[in-house]
């Protein structure tokens, strides 16, 4: 047995049977091993980004990693935005790196990179396999480093002459560990500084943000009257009618702050103190407010689930009935195409268990005010903040689940980070939706120009924000890749062409005509996201809107 095929059945036997593949010369004698062994699944992709965020939205619908096979340094290094998001998601991927046999190094081939100073920066687990007789163990040493609570990026550079190299045998994987339980002492304290009757809030992220533990975590917040809010960009988060109503924390650190304000108890659990993406002149980086004591109720790669439960119990909260989401779902639109028509036809048409991947940035603020009381549903963001990642996470949740619907809603910048996602779509006849929201423009740029203080603006400014000229035809993109697609810029049509894509097997792509939501931040963001924040002083709120108005 040589080096690639005692790899392959260490991966096989320990569950990872899916492999996200962009392989070159130095891999190979894994591609040839592939067909030895069968429970193997090899998913082409066209760019080593698709393969690694396919393998993010696989680990995330999952909860079991998938493999990547990257080529060398500059394949690595095309892929690793998406393993950032992972990493940020606390996704469990075995990152699988070809190098140049080890005799060969010294000689610095035109390919020859330091990989590992690459790969460092995105890996919790990360080595260098140099004797073939040790790459089985150390394969299942990935496995078990991936795996481990929350969950990482485990990265194996496997040289070409281990690879080949006959006398390797199969690694065997531990049994997984289990997150570690939050002990009674903290459990307590939290209980007793959450019934002092001072403002509170629970903040949930990671395994919390599954249906229990938040039906749980909204049985606490009622019982000590706290808030109860999810992370900004949650790697997975279940939603719809018979969940508690859950606001995410707003992705504008105005807004954030609105949120948040006058917490006395801000209580983490499974999430982060929160902090602005990014620094603006004059104003804090962290959004914790003055005078607010920060909690650990769980940290991430605790037990959260648990943590709650028994929370819960303290809190004389146990069994009894949430606050829930009753089912409703908006009106079919009618008129003009825009964020808010788009963001009610999805509400109204999202079907059970469907697998919603948002990276529709502006244009999509609106999709989770439309969408809360539709049929249970996962959504998957933006954890990173590197955008390209919504196509290749669709495939990879359409792979790990195929008996669920996937739409994927992504605006026009990040889709053209990641097409060629679409070519392995049809290549492995997914049933996903793609919807491009295109409002020919960076308008997540057009909203920062303004908030950074940055002065000036002008045209050359602005141009550097529009996508128009020349236009993007997502229409001919998808054809050219064997994807069906159609161009819509009204509600009724694009209504009619999403019911008719999720109702029909395989992938499409709906190119949504919309513009850009910057112009309506008065008009649409800050009415639906500040009417959801109970009792909001007038003079507050014209004060938030003015922060963030554009101009």
Same mark, same amino acid.
């Given at each position: 047995?040589?080096?690639?095929?005692? #790899?392959?059945?260490?991966?096989?036997?320990?569950?990872?049977?899916?492999?996200?593949?962009?392989?070159?010369?130095?891999?190979?004698? =894994?591609?040839?091993?592939?067909?030895?062994?069968?429970?193997?699944?090899?998913?082409?992709?066209?760019?080593?980004?698709?393969?690694?965020?396919?393998?993010?939205?696989?680990?995330?619908?999952?909860?079991?990693?998938?493999?990547?096979?990257?080529?060398?340094?500059?394949?690595?290094?095309?892929?690793?935005?998406?393993?950032?998001?992972?990493?940020?998601?606390?996704?469990?991927?075995?990152?699988?790196?070809?190098?140049?046999?080890?005799?060969?190094?010294?000689?610095?081939?035109?390919?020859?990179?330091?990989?590992?100073?690459?790969?460092?920066?995105?890996?919790?687990?990360?080595?260098?396999?140099?004797?073939?007789?040790?790459?089985?163990?150390?394969?299942?040493?990935? &496995?078990?480093?991936?795996?481990?609570?929350?969950?990482?990026?485990?990265? #194996?550079?496997?040289?070409?002459? &281990?690879?080949?190299?006959?006398?390797?045998?199969?690694?065997?994987?531990?049994?997984?560990?289990?997150?570690?339980?939050?002990?009674?002492?903290?459990?307590?304290?939290?209980?007793?500084?959450?019934?002092?009757?001072?403002?509170?809030?629970?903040?949930?992220?990671?395994?919390?943000?599954?249906?229990?533990?938040?039906?749980?975590?909204?049985?606490?917040?009622?019982?000590?009257?706290?808030?109860?809010?999810?992370?900004?960009?949650?790697?997975?988060?279940?939603?719809?009618?018979?969940?508690?109503?859950?606001?995410?924390?707003?992705?504008?650190?105005?807004?954030?702050?609105?949120?948040?304000?006058? &917490?006395?108890? #801000?209580?983490?659990?499974?999430?982060?103190? !929160?902090?602005?993406?990014?620094?603006?002149?004059?104003?804090?980086?962290?959004?914790?407010?003055?005078?607010?004591?920060?909690?650990?109720?769980?940290?991430?790669?605790?037990?959260?689930?648990?943590?709650?439960?028994?929370?819960?119990?303290?809190?004389?909260?146990?069994?009894?009935?949430?606050?829930?989401?009753?089912?409703?779902?908006?009106?079919? !639109?009618?008129?003009?195409?825009?964020?808010?028509?788009?963001?009610?036809?999805?509400?109204?048409?999202?079907?059970?268990?469907?697998?919603?991947?948002?990276?529709?940035?502006?244009?999509?603020?609106?999709?989770?005010?439309?969408?809360?009381?539709?049929?249970?549903?996962?959504?998957?963001?933006?954890?990173?903040?590197?955008?390209?990642?919504?196509?290749?996470?669709?495939?990879?949740?359409?792979?790990?689940?195929?008996?669920?619907?996937?739409?994927?809603?992504?605006?026009?910048?990040?889709?053209?980070?990641?097409?060629?996602?679409?070519?392995?779509?049809?290549?492995?006849?997914?049933?996903? &939706?793609?919807? /491009?929201?295109?409002?020919?423009?960076?308008?997540?740029?057009?909203?920062?120009?303004?908030?950074?203080?940055?002065?000036?603006?002008?045209?050359?400014?602005?141009?550097? =924000?529009?996508?128009?000229?020349?236009?993007?035809?997502?229409?001919?993109?998808?054809?050219?890749?064997?994807?069906?697609?159609?161009?819509?810029?009204?509600?009724?049509? =694009?209504?009619?062409?999403?019911?008719?894509?999720?109702?029909?097997?395989?992938?499409?792509?709906?190119?949504? /005509?919309?513009?850009?939501?910057?112009?309506?931040?008065?008009?649409?963001?800050?009415?639906?996201?500040?009417?959801?924040?109970?009792?909001?002083?007038?003079?507050?709120?014209?004060?938030?809107?003015?922060?963030?108005?554009?101009?």
């Amino acid at each position: 047995m040589n080096g690639a095929q005692a #790899l392959l059945r260490t991966l096989a036997d320990a569950g990872v049977t899916v492999c996200f593949t962009n392989p070159g010369t130095s891999e190979m004698h =894994f591609v040839a091993a592939l067909d030895a062994e069968p429970r193997m699944r090899a998913v082409l992709t066209l760019f080593e980004g698709v393969a690694t965020g396919a393998a993010d939205g696989y680990a995330r619908m999952r909860g079991h990693p998938a493999a990547t096979l990257l080529h060398l340094g500059c394949g690595l290094g095309n892929g690793l935005a998406n393993l950032h998001n992972a990493r940020k998601a606390h996704t469990p991927v075995v990152n699988i790196v070809g190098d140049h046999a080890t005799h060969h190094a010294a000689l610095d081939a035109p390919l020859q990179s330091d990989i590992a100073t690459v790969a460092r920066n995105v890996s919790g687990w990360l080595h260098t396999c140099t004797d073939v007789h040790a790459l089985g163990a150390m394969a299942a040493s990935a &496995v078990a480093a991936a795996c481990h609570p929350p969950g990482q990026v485990a990265t #194996l550079i496997l040289p070409a002459d &281990v690879s080949w190299s006959e006398g390797a045998a199969p690694g065997v994987v531990p049994p997984p560990q289990p997150p570690a339980r939050v002990d009674d002492a903290r459990l307590d304290a939290l209980a007793a500084a959450l019934t002092r009757g001072e403002p509170a809030a629970l903040l949930l992220g990671g395994a919390a943000l599954r249906a229990e533990p938040q039906l749980d975590a909204a049985r606490c917040a009622a019982a000590c009257g706290a808030r109860l809010l999810a992370e900004t960009f949650p790697a997975r988060i279940e939603r719809g009618a018979g969940l508690p109503p859950l606001a995410r924390l707003a992705y504008l650190a105005e807004l954030a702050q609105v949120q948040l304000r006058g &917490v006395r108890h #801000l209580v983490l659990v499974g999430a982060r103190a !929160p902090v602005s993406f990014f620094a603006y002149p004059g104003k804090p980086g962290s959004l914790v407010p003055p005078g607010c004591t920060v909690h650990t109720l769980a940290d991430v790669g605790e037990d959260a689930a648990d943590a709650l439960a028994r929370l819960a119990a303290r809190l004389g909260a146990a069994g009894s009935e949430p606050p829930r989401q009753p089912p409703r779902r908006p009106p079919r !639109p009618r008129g003009r195409l825009s964020a808010a028509t788009l963001a009610k036809a999805v509400g109204h048409l999202l079907p059970q268990g469907a697998i919603v991947v948002d990276e529709s940035q502006t244009s999509g603020t609106l999709l989770p005010h439309f969408t809360r009381g539709a049929p249970r549903h996962d959504v998957l963001t933006l954890t990173g903040g590197a955008i390209g990642q919504g196509l290749p996470n669709a495939v990879g949740a359409a792979i790990a689940c195929p008996d669920r619907p996937v739409l994927a809603l992504v605006g026009d910048g990040a889709a053209m980070y990641t097409p060629q996602a679409l070519w392995t779509m049809a290549r492995e006849r997914l049933h996903v &939706v793609t919807v /491009i929201l295109n409002n020919r423009a960076y308008a997540i740029l057009q909203l920062e120009l303004r908030r950074v203080g940055a002065v000036g603006g002008g045209e050359r400014a602005r141009a550097q =924000f529009d996508l128009g000229q020349p236009p993007l035809d997502f229409v001919q993109l998808a054809h050219g890749m064997g994807v069906p697609a159609q161009r819509v810029n009204t509600a009724e049509a =694009f209504a009619d062409a999403l019911e008719r894509a999720l109702a029909t097997p395989g992938p499409h792509l709906i190119e949504a /005509i919309v513009p850009s939501t910057v112009r309506g931040v008065k008009k649409w963001l800050l009415p639906h996201v500040l009417g959801l924040l109970p009792h909001l002083p007038d003079g507050l709120a014209r004060g938030v809107q003015r922060a963030v108005a554009p101009p």
